[in-house]
């Protein structure tokens, strides 16, 4: 039976437009036969851990990746010039991928680089891909390779496939095989601006031989968690569904459609190839699977005195701190509380191995 793999998917950990708990996109998974899914949350990967348990527990294969946001000069030049960021999808390929996104994520949480928002350039992002264990994808609205494409009045450049060759080509030289140009088009009847660069990508893929994968902007799981996603933006950004359905408004695309979600394989046929459909596969296919990413962390041994280990030194240092600064020191009252909390926060520490 012929299927694809969601690519470009989001979860309540985007913080401002995601809806899906990592547990919906399982079930969505088992519900339309995909063999696994990505998870691309905006310039964050907090989601993930919960995210690869829950699939892993449906029987599905996670992708674990991010959308970065991406500067167009040097990240560290932070000015009003340089605050507007196209977006960029990467996937760990391996163990060793999930680092670097974790390097790469805490790198655009830096000082030198957050502006607005956690922000890399595409030198810094290129130095990562040279490592040879990330996987990235580019061509939807808002990515480097739809906006190389237009003229700042939002006009299709006269030099459009020049540029985009250019572009295509940076970008497989950092990437080598493992860059692959997106189409988008799963809402090309609200936004024809979608058939123009679904276009123009697929000629520059013929030009440069760089594959093109079907990918959607999934934000929830299913059409009809639509309405519950326009109300959470409409608190987030403290206006109304009135004002957030203007064109004006900048997220307008979400009140005005309801195909952001996880597509079945046959919606999917209605805008794409079979090879942009079975190239989603081929990339899911060069992941492994993530092996040591849910170890227990590695602790230094700390030598605890009168032979005591590390979990009775704890209750040890627990019982003297009472003595020295609740015992006669809190009221009486209070000591069931300060009890139970202490009780708690032991069973979290040890509970997880943290003594």
Known sequence: MKNYFP???????????????????????????????????????????????????????????CEFYVSKEDSSIQNQKNRKNAHLCIIAKNDDGWRDLVEMVSLSNDKENFYY?????????????????????????????????FDEDSELSVNW?????????????????????????????????QKQIAECIREISKETGIPCIATQDAHYVRKEDAKDQRILLCSNLRTTIQRASSPEFGLSGFFRSSQFHIPTYE?????????????????????????????????????????????????????KGWKERIEGKVPEEKYEEYTERIKYELEVLQGAGLS
């Open 267 to 319: 919606e999917m046929k209605q805008w794409h190839t079979e090879e942009e459909l079975d190239n989603t596969l081929v990339l899911a296919s060069r992941v492994e699977e993530y092996k040591n990413i849910l170890k227990q962390p590695i602790l230094p041994e700390f030598e605890c005195p009168d032979g005591m280990n590390a979990d009775e030194y704890v209750r040890h240092l627990c019982r």
């Open 161 to 193: 496939k020049r540029k985009g060759i250019q572009l295509a080509n940076s970008f497989k030289d950092a990437f080598g095989e493992d860059f692959f140009l997106e189409v988008q088009l799963m809402d090309c009847d609200n936004l024809s601006i």
């Open 117 to 149: 928002k956690p922000r890399l350039d595409l030198d810094k992002i290129f130095k990562f891909a040279e490592r040879g264990n990330l996987i990235a994808f580019s061509g939807h609205i808002g990515s480097n390779m739809s906006n190389i494409l």
């Open 7 to 65: 690519l470009h998917v989001h979860s309540q950990y985007s913080l401002l437009d995601g809806l899906s708990k990592p547990e919906d996109i399982a079930s969505r998974c088992e519900e339309i036969g995909v063999e696994g899914c990505a998870l691309t949350d905006h310039g964050t990967i907090s989601g993930h851990i919960q995210f690869l348990l829950k699939m892993r527990d449906a029987g599905k294969k996670p992708l674990l990746g």
